[in-house]
């Protein structure tokens, strides 16, 4: 088998655009909750979110992800300085998480319940609405000729799609892969059906600190935007061509709750057999890891489900084991979220720190682990668990060594 590197990353986010910037402001603790500005919210529960603002360097039409998709792919690139895919037999391919269609489809029912095409537009609008666009614009911009690999696991998607190309790397099936994930579900259909469910914070008039995890008053989360795309190469590939590495994906777990749609299987069931099988392909002892970067969505179940989860695996030493939020600060990015919150951990760790949980205020007795609470943490050692949890009870976890 073949050890596998991250030698690029490349992020979109409610925190920045550039991995200096994003790093920064999450070592800083600063919120990214805010008034919602890209649609009149004032008819629903909440109101609040962690938009993108500014120039994301590609151009933002119809379907906000696949904009944000293609420009950090673009970033990825850049940092990686890879320069155009091997056209071998076991060359590049694309493997992303992406949220879904039915979030940017009001302009859509315009276009389609006209009798004619409207003034400006054309049949294009119509087949850009796959759940594959933003990866059929990402392979044709960077000449990758591979299959390509789409994730649809709600929350896991992109943890899902980073596991997935690890193992083609690892197997020696790519050279390389560009992994990740996209989303924007910041629309009136999207908040809409997340507020129809009770998912999401209605801390309107306090939006930095909305998102809390591991909080005794936490109500929900906060939606976020983005998406985050990797570089993943074959390590003995990276070290010839002199690249940088910034960590190296060592195992990837995943399994399904078979429990319900909106919550977790009570007892972490679904979540802990995907740490165990994430450590178990990785080679490591769960004695190991003395870092997880957690799904903490700061809903009321999630969060002391995952706790527990995290005590079975750990056992009397999970107390010893911090534990972070990256949703805290940028909120939950949906199918983007893993991805996101995998270079959140990577970015910080290369500077040698954990970055904060913020909003921790009230310890919860049911979620009784070392979270991180509001300021940051140096990094012990480089090994460290990230989980994905999605709606449905997917469920996914890598294990990544970066150094520290």
Same mark, same amino acid.
């Given at each position: 088998?073949?050890?596998?590197?991250?030698?690029?990353?490349?992020?979109?986010?409610?925190?920045?655009?550039?991995?200096?910037?994003?790093?920064?402001?999450?070592?800083?603790? +600063?919120?990214?909750?805010?008034?919602?500005?890209?649609?009149?919210?004032?008819?629903?529960?909440?109101?609040?979110?962690?938009?993108?603002?500014?120039?994301?360097? +590609?151009?933002?039409?119809?379907?906000?992800?696949?904009?944000?998709?293609?420009?950090?792919?673009?970033?990825?690139?850049?940092?990686?300085?890879?320069?155009?895919?091997?056209?071998?037999?076991?060359?590049?391919?694309?493997? #992303?998480?992406?949220?879904? +269609?039915?979030?940017?489809?009001?302009?859509?029912?315009?276009?389609?319940?006209?009798?004619?095409?409207? =003034?400006?537009?054309?049949?294009?609008?119509?087949?850009?609405?796959?759940?594959?666009?933003?990866?059929?614009?990402?392979?044709?911009?960077?000449?990758?000729?591979?299959?390509? #690999?789409?994730?649809?696991?709600?929350?896991?998607?992109?943890?899902?799609?980073?596991?997935?190309?690890?193992?083609?790397?690892?197997?020696?099936?790519?050279?390389? #892969?560009?992994?990740?994930?996209?989303?924007?579900?910041?629309?009136?259909?999207?908040?809409?059906?997340?507020?129809?469910?009770?998912? #999401?914070?209605?801390?309107?008039?306090?939006?930095?600190?909305?998102?809390?995890?591991?909080?005794?008053?936490?109500?929900?989360?906060?939606?976020?935007?983005?998406?985050?795309?990797?570089?993943?190469?074959?390590?003995?590939?990276?070290?010839?061509?002199?690249?940088?590495?910034?960590?190296?994906?060592?195992?990837?777990?995943?399994?399904?709750?078979?429990?319900?749609?909106?919550?977790?299987?009570?007892?972490?069931?679904?979540?802990?057999?995907?740490?165990?099988?994430?450590?178990?392909?990785?080679?490591?002892?769960?004695?190991?890891?003395?870092?997880?970067?957690?799904?903490?969505?700061?809903?009321?179940?999630?969060?002391?489900?995952?706790?527990?989860?995290?005590?079975?695996?750990?056992?009397?030493?999970?107390?010893?084991?911090?534990?972070?939020?990256?949703?805290?600060?940028?909120?939950?990015?949906?199918?983007?979220?893993?991805?996101?919150?995998?270079?959140?951990?990577?970015?910080?760790?290369?500077?040698?720190?954990?970055?904060?949980?913020?909003?921790?205020?009230?310890?919860?007795?049911?979620?009784?682990?070392?979270?991180?609470?509001?300021?940051?943490?140096?990094?012990?050692?480089?090994? =460290?668990?990230?989980?994905?949890?999605?709606?449905?009870?997917?469920?996914?976890?890598?294990?990544?060594?970066?150094?520290?």
């Amino acid at each position: 088998m073949r050890r596998v590197a991250v030698t690029g990353m490349g992020i979109v986010s409610p925190l920045g655009t550039s991995l200096g910037e994003y790093r920064d402001r999450l070592l800083a603790g +600063e919120p990214a909750g805010a008034p919602i500005t890209l649609f009149d919210p004032a008819a629903l529960s909440t109101r609040i979110a962690a938009e993108v603002r500014g120039d994301v360097g +590609e151009r933002v039409e119809r379907d906000r992800k696949v904009a944000f998709g293609v420009a950090a792919a673009r970033l990825a690139m850049a940092d990686a300085q890879i320069q155009g895919a091997p056209l071998t037999p076991n060359g590049a391919g694309v493997s #992303m998480g992406m949220g879904l +269609e039915l979030f940017c489809m009001d302009d859509m029912v315009e276009f389609m319940g006209a009798e004619r095409i409207p =003034a400006g537009r054309d049949a294009s609008t119509f087949l850009q609405t796959p759940s594959d666009t933003c990866i059929h614009r990402i392979a044709r911009e960077h000449g990758l000729r591979e299959p390509p #690999m789409l994730h649809v696991s709600a929350c896991a998607a992109s943890t899902d799609a980073i596991g997935a190309a690890f193992r083609q790397v690892r197997s020696g099936r790519r050279r390389w #892969m560009l992994a990740g994930g996209a989303d924007s579900m910041i629309n009136p259909l999207g908040v809409a059906g997340f507020c129809k469910i009770d998912a #999401m914070t209605t801390r309107n008039g306090d939006p930095s600190r909305a998102s809390r995890p591991f909080d005794r008053d936490r109500d929900g989360f906060l939606l976020g935007e983005g998406a985050a795309v990797l570089v993943l190469e074959d390590l003995d590939d990276a070290l010839a061509r002199g690249a940088r590495i910034h960590a190296e994906i060592l195992g990837y777990g995943s399994s399904l709750d078979a429990h319900g749609i909106s919550e977790p299987h009570p007892e972490g069931e679904g979540a802990l057999l995907a740490m165990r099988r994430a450590l178990d392909s990785a080679g490591v002892g769960a004695g190991e890891v003395t870092h997880v970067n957690a799904h903490g969505t700061s809903t009321p179940k999630n969060d002391p489900v995952e706790t527990l989860a995290l005590r079975r695996l750990f056992g009397e030493r999970a107390g010893e084991v911090t534990v972070n939020a990256t949703k805290s600060m940028i909120g939950h990015l949906v199918s983007a979220s893993g991805a996101a919150e995998l270079v959140a951990h990577m970015a910080c760790a290369g500077a040698g720190w954990i970055h904060p949980t913020i909003n921790l205020e009230n310890p919860d007795p049911a979620c009784d682990l070392d979270y991180v609470p509001r300021v940051p943490r140096r990094m012990r050692s480089p090994l =460290a668990l990230k989980n994905s949890f999605g709606f449905g009870g997917q469920n996914a976890s890598i294990v990544v060594r970066a150094p520290c």
